[in-house]
């Protein structure tokens, strides 16, 4: 053998006699298992995104604070509302999929058409007022919904268009 394969081959069984055989003690060496302890931990806030919580109590801060939906969808009033949202909300919002702000997909199993009404007309006032608009600014990077001063009439045409949504 030559002396750079007896350097090598000593080499490596030095390596292997040092990380081999060696156990830890149970009670004071390091493991990766999460060791039960008898301290109760103090409850935990909810880990729910504001955008996926609901809240069919809330009407918002604005100008809507009542509005009954029919039954049926206004399909003349949805093909409007869609054309109002891809001019004017398309640049933060996808209709189906979390962008620069949240999905309208199934928003009215989690909001009130008050709520949503009033935070299309009134961004800013349920900003600064409502808890729940305040959470979605934390959850959407401090991003807020800009006003796009629409009228009550194309704000409610949005809105049928989010109930056409699937």
Not at 20 to 25: P, S
Not at 55 to 64: A, F, M, R, T, Y
Not at 143 to 164: G, K, S
Request: proline content about 6%; charged content about 20%; glycine content about 6%.
């Amino acid at each position: 053998m030559t002396t750079i394969q007896k350097l090598l081959t000593l080499f490596f069984t030095i390596i292997l006699v040092s990380c081999g055989g060696k156990k830890e003690k149970e009670e004071g060496g390091f493991s990766y298992e999460k060791k039960s302890t008898t301290t109760q931990q103090a409850p935990t806030v909810s880990n729910v995104a504001a955008s996926q919580k609901i809240d069919l109590n809330n009407k918002g801060v604005g100008p809507v604070t009542t509005l009954e939906l029919p039954a049926e969808i206004d399909t003349d009033m949805a093909a409007h509302g869609a054309e109002v949202y891809t001019k004017m909300c398309t640049a933060c919002h996808r209709p189906t999929k979390k962008f620069i702000g949240p999905a309208p997909l199934g928003i009215l199993e989690r909001r009130t058409p008050e709520w949503i009404m009033n935070m299309i007309l009134n961004p800013e006032n349920m900003i600064v007022n409502d808890p729940l608009a305040k959470e979605l600014l934390t959850e959407f990077n401090g991003a807020p919904m800009a006003n796009q001063n629409l009228t009550q009439e194309e704000a409610r045409a949005v809105l049928e268009y989010f109930r056409t949504l699937k």
